[in-house]
């Protein structure tokens, strides 16, 4: 079956410093990946997204790191803020109706 | 852009109660919608997604059912409520491959 998981269900890191999240996904034909964030009592919100056919994907503060080879993507946040604190998801994409989300990590940041 | 709109925000109904939970899209024409549900500490599961007015498909079996009257308005009901149908309920647009999500409304089922 397909799956889609994050090895940490927490993460606490100072303000200022940069967080990584990981994901672990296991279908090899999934061709799409996204990142979410939700905030507590809100629903989620597309942070960055990549395909398959990259590796490493920019946006503002945000990287998205994808390893094919041992089906892992990564999300990192640059000097993280208190406004980052959040459940970040990763979703796995087969197809036009197939998106599944891993559990989520909770992102804490220390002042 | 879309706006995504559900109501109501919270909800606390007790079991074996109807439910009915309305989402109401603009800024989009022909969407396709989806409703997710999340428990507690999980993840979200897809419930039901509808590609045009009248169509539903449901992609877990259960005691909820789902109702597209209009483009941009998509519900989801229930006859009779269970505890486990608590939980955070969000309604979705699709566009291209991204899903946009609405506000949530939480229902706690006693």
């Known amino acids: 079956g397909e799956s889609v998981g994050l090895h940490l269900p927490t993460l606490s890191v100072q303000e200022g410093d940069n967080s990584i999240i990981n994901c672990a996904y296991s279908n090899s034909a999934s061709d799409y990946f996204i990142w979410y964030k939700q905030e507590s009592g809100k629903g989620p919100q597309f942070i960055i997204d990549?395909?398959?056919?990259?590796d490493k994907r920019q946006g503002q503060r945000v990287t998205v790191l994808l390893n094919k080879t041992v089906k892992h993507l990564s999300l990192q946040i640059a000097a993280t803020q208190p406004g980052d604190s959040a459940v970040y998801f990763c979703a796995d994409q087969t197809g036009a109706n197939n998106l599944f989300f891993g559990t989520g990590t909770r992102l804490t940041v220390i002042p | 852009s879309q706006t995504i709109h559900q109501w109501p925000a919270t909800l606390v109904q007790p079991v074996g109660s109807p439910l009915s939970l309305e989402c109401t899209v603009e800024?989009?024409?022909?969407?396709?919608l989806y409703w997710y549900r999340q428990a507690a500490g999980r993840g979200l599961q897809l419930l039901f997604y509808?590609?045009?007015?009248?169509?539903i498909s449901s992609e877990v079996p259960q005691n909820l059912s789902a109702s597209r009257p209009q483009d941009r308005q998509f519900i989801l009901s229930s006859k009779k409520l269970l505890l486990s149908d608590s939980g955070f309920y969000l309604c979705?647009?699709?566009?291209?491959?991204?899903?946009?999500f609405g506000p949530g409304t939480r229902l706690t089922v006693l």
């Open positions: 800024g989009t024409s022909n969407p396709n």
């Open positions: 979705a647009v699709g566009l291209g491959q991204l899903r946009y």
């Open positions: 509808s590609v045009g007015i009248g169509q």
């Open positions: 990549i395909r398959s056919n990259m």
